[in-house]
């Protein structure tokens, strides 16, 4: 069934500055891999998005590894300054992160991985993911962080297509899928569930929990055959992997490696799940209400922080409008002024902050509502993604009209 999610593709925006900065100009000349600019691009993006890249070491190395680890630095500053790749070759990436250790080096893979796939050739970046967590000499904690990444690893309008893909191998793939087929959309993501399941057993982390966590309210918003007992026991299983992902966290984040590790890269992706999972909780039981609330602020004072970066802003768009979904569902017209402020900066046009809606929410909403208009079922068979677009519209006007301007409704 459709996840609390984020298109993490397209979605991501394609443009980034910094403080007071034009827009950057990304030139690219010598690339050998598919859809090579899109790739520099999103490989910037990526770091826009996540707010951290990765980290050079900080071994001890041979002065002529020394030399090589300086001009990674530099790349890294290039990075974050202005993401000007205009001097740097994808060639000299991919150089530079063999020359790291094997800990560091996989986990680049697994990044570069990712950014392959999202830039539209997944079959080339799922498999650098894949080699990863198959590779037993690289560290249980690593493999498990692989697999989140692996979730997201699809480029804009091809979901499906990159599951089908990671789960046409044998393996732990097959075993995953079970009796599942690649036909089937719900069969994927369950495998992709019995994945996240797999990487839990080999080492524990916070953003798999919170994934577990999502994929069991999943069940609850849009499984209408469960039963009492079977809704008691996926609230209980959500709210136990949530408690559990909350305090790995705590854990993680006071990790003197914490910075620029692959940790850090889905901590905020983390919390957008997280706060998915707590209003889907607050609609069955009120007393997640105040939580879901915190939820929302702590977010968007992160997300305060990094307002002239894309990555960032693509995010706080998905944020906004499933804390405004929940909104609409349990208090209605009562909140209606509320969500209106919530949603209003989704609509903007102009700027960084346009771009990112472009290429997030609103093919985010193309997405989830053509989707129920190709399966010709009732409003009662949507998903609830689709469900959540409508009930916005129902107490925002601005938001209904936007929906009709893009043909939606």
């Known amino acids: ?6 298109n993490l593709t397209l979605e991501i925006v394609q443009v980034v500055t910094t403080p007071g900065a034009t827009p950057a100009v990304f030139r690219f000349n010598t690339m050998n891999l598919t859809n090579g600019k899109s790739l520099i691009i999103m ?4 770091v826009g998005l996540i707010g951290t890249f990765f980290a050079v070491g900080h071994y001890v190395v041979s002065s002529s590894k020394q030399k090589t680890l ?3 630095g530099a790349l890294m500053a290039d990075m974050w300054k202005d993401f000007d790749f205009e001097s740097t070759t994808l060639a000299e990436y991919e150089a530079l992160s063999q020359s790291l250790d ?3 080096r996989a986990q680049q893979q697994v990044r570069l991985g990712f950014v392959q796939s999202v830039s539209g050739d997944y079959q080339t970046g799922i498999l650098q993911i894949k080699r990863v967590i198959a590779d037993e000499s ?3 904690e690593t493999r498990a962080l692989a697999v989140g990444y692996l979730h997201l690893a699809h480029p804009a309008g091809d979901h499906m297509g990159a599951l089908q893909f990671i789960f046409k191998d044998d393996g732990i793939y097959k075993e995953a899928l079970g009796e599942g087929t690649l036909e089937s959309m719900p069969d994927l993501e369950k495998g992709m569930n019995g994945l996240f399941k797999m990487a839990d057993s080999w080492y524990e982390t916070s953003f798999i929990k919170y994934m577990l966590a999502s994929q069991a309210d999943n069940e609850l918003l849009d499984n209408k055959t469960l039963s009492p007992e079977q809704k008691k026991a996926h609230i209980t299983a959500t709210a136990e992997y949530l408690l559990a992902g909350d305090a790995l966290r705590r854990s993680e984040i006071v990790q003197s490696d914490f910075r620029r590790s692959l940790y850090e890269s889905l901590s905020t992706l983390g919390l957008h799940y997280r706060l998915c999972v707590l209003a889907m909780l607050a609609r069955f039981d009120p007393n997640y209400q105040s939580q879901v609330d915190a939820a929302y602020q702590q977010l968007m004072q992160l997300y305060g922080l990094h307002k002239d970066n894309g990555g960032f802003l693509s995010i706080e768009g998905y944020s906004r409008f499933y804390y405004a979904a929940y909104l609409a569902d349990v208090f209605g017209a009562a909140r209606a002024t509320e969500i209106k402020e919530i949603m209003a900066p989704t609509f903007d046009k102009d700027g960084l902050q346009g771009k990112a809606n472009d290429f997030g929410t609103e093919s985010f909403y193309i997405y989830e509502l053509s989707r129920h208009k190709n399966m010709h079922g009732s409003p009662s068979d949507m998903g ?3 469900r959540f ?3 916005i519209a129902k107490v925002d006007p601005t938001f209904n009209v936007f929906l009709v301007s893009k043909g939606l409704k």
């Open 389 to 391: 677009i409508l009930s």
């Open 102 to 104: 094997a800990h560091t």
């Open 1 to 6: 069934m459709p996840m609390c999610r984020l």
């Open 138 to 140: 690289v560290s249980a």
């Open 43 to 46: 490989l910037a993006i990526l």
């Open 384 to 386: 609830h993604n689709a």
């Open 70 to 72: 300086e001009k990674s």
